[in-house]
């Protein structure tokens, strides 16, 4: 910003000091809010209130609460923007399903609903904003399948999640359909990846962004349905002047707020200094104004310093945000690889010596085991870093040692401080113990089919880790889908032998 100071002989100290009182007294802002023209009633009503929110933390990227346990998601930033917009304080709750923040917002133990479809039967028990968003409904299938829409899923098992508008419109709509009513949205994309049900329907952004999450490459989008989701604020019944003031707050947003919300985009503005224009005419008078002048630009300095300290705070911030999104990605490239890697793979053994073949070098592996889970027995499948093949071809009770314990509780081991009665890890160079041995239960729907043992010489590091945890999920069911295929080539193979022996009694017979 640039200034002009002029200055008369006799009205010279006046004019000074009225400017540095007022460029003393003058607060830096960003860009003013909008003005939201609230009535008194709704006035009084926003003043101090605290808003509880009943999140549904299993649709992301609507709404999810992320690593920190921060609220996070599309909905989340129509909130946040709105909170600021009104001044209330708004407190997500979490630890609940949908169905819970239903409930408990018609008991009055949650104000706020962020993401739902206003019908008739809930217009019954919740006030609706204005919907702020919109997607369409579409039909997922696996890769193998083909429909044209919602008429070719008759006769087929069609999964949908469970309390979610998509399902009454379904049942109102198509009641000859077989819907089969799954708790959230991952466990039924995985329940159609492994063949369990013949289709999903649900929300397009829901289900695109659940897909690329899981990694799960046999499933495909087919076709869209004729129903699309408008969501709006549900509030509770009797706070009647709080949707009036939210409707007033989303309709001050622009396009293109919307359009940032939505796409995560983030954009900062700085304002890196100050413009200074000398001062042209100067009195005997006047020497007061120089006195003023100077201690402004001292003061203008020392704000630009905090401004410039501020702004590499925020471009450090960034960086390491950036590195870690760049982490991020490249792990789940890794990921998406293997998991369509796992997924080609046609035996036991083929899919153990993907999975070590990717992992180990990755991870920094020294030793691994992978077992499979054969009625009451464990069966070793695969192995890397020994060469006596024996290890591998064992077969271990699942009430055996940690490796049983593991299937019983259904949670890691991770053991550290190992003696020497453990398998060193050896190259050619020398060898060693482990430092660490961590025992994974491979879980599909609620159920272990194998349990991945893996030996280092490091404790794994946080990226790791998290590394592990979302392979698990996708090793599960690469494991469940061929199983399920193996299964159905033993059953072909029985047939095709019972009808060639059927075929030669036949034959000897006449």
Known sequence: MKTRWLFSRRGGFAFGLL?????????????????????PEEQAFLRGKTVR???????????????????????AGFVEALAKRLGLTVVPQKGMAWADAVEKAKAGEIDLIPKMTPTTER?????????????????????????????????????????????????????????????????????????QVDAFVDNLG?????????????????????????????????WPLLVSALDKALASMSEEERSTIKSRWLAIQFQTGVDWRAVLLWGGPLAFALLVILLIM????RRLRREMGQRQEVERVLHNQAQLLEARSLAKTRLAELSAALQRAVSLEELAQTLFGTLAPLLGVGHGVFYQVDGEQLTCIGGYGHGERAIWARRVSIEDGLVGQCIVDQQPIVLTQLTEAYLPIVSGLGGGTPAMVLILPVLHLGQVLGVLELATFRPFTADQQAFLED?????????????????????????????????????VSQ
Not at 19 to 39: R, S
Not at 61 to 73: M, S
Not at 169 to 188: I, W
Request: glycine share 6%; with cysteine; charged share 20%.
């Open 471 to 507: 392979l698990l999920p996708l090793l599960a069911t690469s494991l469940a889908i061929l199983e399920r295929s193996l299964r159905t080539q033993q059953l072909l193979a029985e047939s095709l032998r019972q009808a060639s022996q059927l075929a030669q009694r036949v034959g």
């Open 298 to 301: 001292l003061l203008a300095n």
């Open 19 to 39: 400017l540095w009182l007022g460029l003393c007294t003058a607060v830096p802002t960003g860009a003013a809010e909008p003005t939201i023209p609230l009535t």
């Open 123 to 195: 217009k019954k028990f919740f006030l609706f904003t204005q919907p702020y968003l919109t997607f369409p409904s579409v039909i997922v299938i696996r890769k193998e399948q083909f429909i044209e829409g919602i008429a070719s899923l008759q006769g087929l098992r069609v999964a949908v999640v469970k309390g979610l508008v998509v399902e009454a419109n379904l049942r109102r709509d198509y009641p000859d359909l077989t819907l089969v009513a799954l708790p959230d949205m991952e466990t039924a994309l995985r329940t159609l990846a492994t063949g």
């Open 206 to 238: 829901a289900v695109s962004y659940t897909m690329d999450k899981l990694g799960l490459t046999n499933l495909k989008i087919a076709a869209p349905t004729p129903y699309k989701h408008d969501l709006a604020l549900a509030v509770r019944k009797d």
């Open 53 to 75: 929110l009943g999140v549904d933390a299993g649709r992301p990227p609507f709404e999810f609460f992320d690593e920190q346990g921060h609220y996070a998601g599309i909905c």
